[in-house]
DNA sequence: GAGTGGTCTAGACCACGCG
DNA sequence: GCGTGGTCTAGACCACTCA
């Protein structure tokens, strides 16, 4: 069912360029073979947490070497979208069960590392459905008026409230969420996306700016709104770079900071 | 005079594991190549910009296939310490002459691009000899009351004053260096750091915060002390992570943003 | 057309995880 | 001991650059 050509049965490979090419864009072999594994799994052939089919296996099914499959998951593993074990096969990334618990978020305690703080305890102070301004219908590239689901909430570390953040999601994709589901779910929210949505984020970009407060906004994380937070909008992406959540949050940056890495 | 054994002509490859080796820390050849490709780097066997010899030329010399010393500079180009040119050769990556001007600097002008707002203009405030104080020393690897170079500086984006920076950098490795130096240099400073001492910067980590700046701050700016600010504390390393940069900036985020990317 | 990096293959063997 | 991913090799051919 493979679009792919069968190389060694045509006794000659012609990666991309058929008969009929026009347009001269060479794409190799193993580009093709990660759109056709990317393809499944967009589609759920392969759900989060599960192990996909041997090298060998995906080898065969598409009638090239196991070392084109393997440059091609080595991409796909490199973008995060797959992890691969030694001894034990490769497997459909997820936000749940990864050691690292908030892959998004950049956040670092002060003191003590990001283990011994803990999970983040949530309070949803809204959880909504509402028609997306013009602002937020951009972002998520929806038209103005669409359905999105809002969601307010604080998250707090060692019962100190340092994150006040809002959410927009597509309403199509989101249907039915409640602010129960969203404040009962142990682990992190875009696991619970996965599991319950089938919506798996898999990059984002950040905008990072200093602010000052409004007085809800203070009053939202218990601090004077003379004290400056870091304001983080975010927009989250699920496969084919489709934009899927639309994030605005305030940190407070007095016990925690922002860590980056620059290669 | 490599260290790598040709494992060709001994008839078996046993990568990393001699007679005698007891600790098992199993190391593929690869891996050791990439350690003696990175070690001529760090001597300056090939200065940034040039080209490093091909890859048929190195798998002679380490007696090992160019596969072998090809996934080695897979590595390298992928920690941006190489660059590859299909056709033409692989080079030392450079600060100067890359299409993006400021490599390590995430900041962008809200409206229009980096590319029309061109290149920064820059004040040199003070840049003078000191001893590091506890805190500098620290970061830097260094003892406190070490000779350290201290920098600061004022970076404007179309004539408006957007980044006020202090620079810490190690005494021993900078010496001599002048604020005419600092000033005078076209284009990015880390390429006036290869050019003029050798010193290549690899790799940074930040931590960011919001903050409202003191009054001399404010004034270096152009703005008023209500003004949040973003704080950009960045450590940058060469080879090997060593730390040879101290760097702690005030971004306006009135004008501009902080960009990131999460994978 | 010579030289460089890029792709693809086929086969051998190694390290790791698990039953 | 089997199956998985990981390493290494050798050789063929392709795409790109430049003289």
Redesign the pocket.
Same mark, same amino acid.
């Given at each position: 069912m493979s679009s792919v050509a069968p /190389?060694?049965s045509d006794g000659?490979?012609v /990666?991309g #360029?058929g008969a009929l090419s026009q347009a /001269?864009a060479?794409s /190799?072999?193993?580009?093709q073979i990660k759109g056709l594994i990317l393809h499944s799994l967009q589609h759920g052939e392969w759900k989060p947490g599960e192990a &996909?089919p041997?090298? &060998?296996?995906l080898a065969a099914r598409f009638r090239?070497?196991?070392?084109?499959v !393997? =440059?091609a998951i080595d991409e796909l593993a490199a973008e995060n979208l797959l992890v691969? !074990?030694? #001894? =034990?096969?490769?497997f459909v990334a997820t936000h749940a069960e990864q050691q690292v618990q908030y892959r998004f978020l950049r956040l670092q305690p002060d003191r003590g590392d990001v283990h011994e703080e803990g999970p983040a305890q949530r309070t949803i102070l809204e959880c909504r459905r509402q028609r997306a301004s013009a602002e937020v219908a951009r972002a998520l590239a929806l038209r103005t008026g669409d359905g999105v689901v809002y969601v307010r909430r604080v998250l707090a570390f060692a019962e100190v409230p340092t994150i006040l953040e809002e959410i927009w999601l597509p309403g199509h994709a989101f249907k039915g969420l409640t602010a129960e589901q969203m404040a009962s779910y142990q682990g992190p929210t875009y696991a619970m996306f996965e599991l319950d949505f089938g919506v798996r984020m898999v990059r984002a970009e950040e905008k990072l700016r200093a602010v000052l407060p409004d007085a809800a906004q203070a009053e939202g994380l218990g601090v004077s709104p003379a004290t400056p937070l870091l304001s983080v909008e975010r927009l989250a992406y699920t496969y084919n770079d489709v934009p899927m959540e639309l994030r605005r949050g305030l940190y407070r940056t007095d016990t925690h900071y922002y860590r980056n890495e620059l290669n």
């Open positions: /190389p060694a000659a490979a /990666p #360029g /001269p060479f /190799p072999l193993y580009q &996909i041997s090298e &060998i296996d090239v070497s196991q070392g084109t !393997r =440059k691969r !074990r030694q #001894g =034990k096969g490769t």
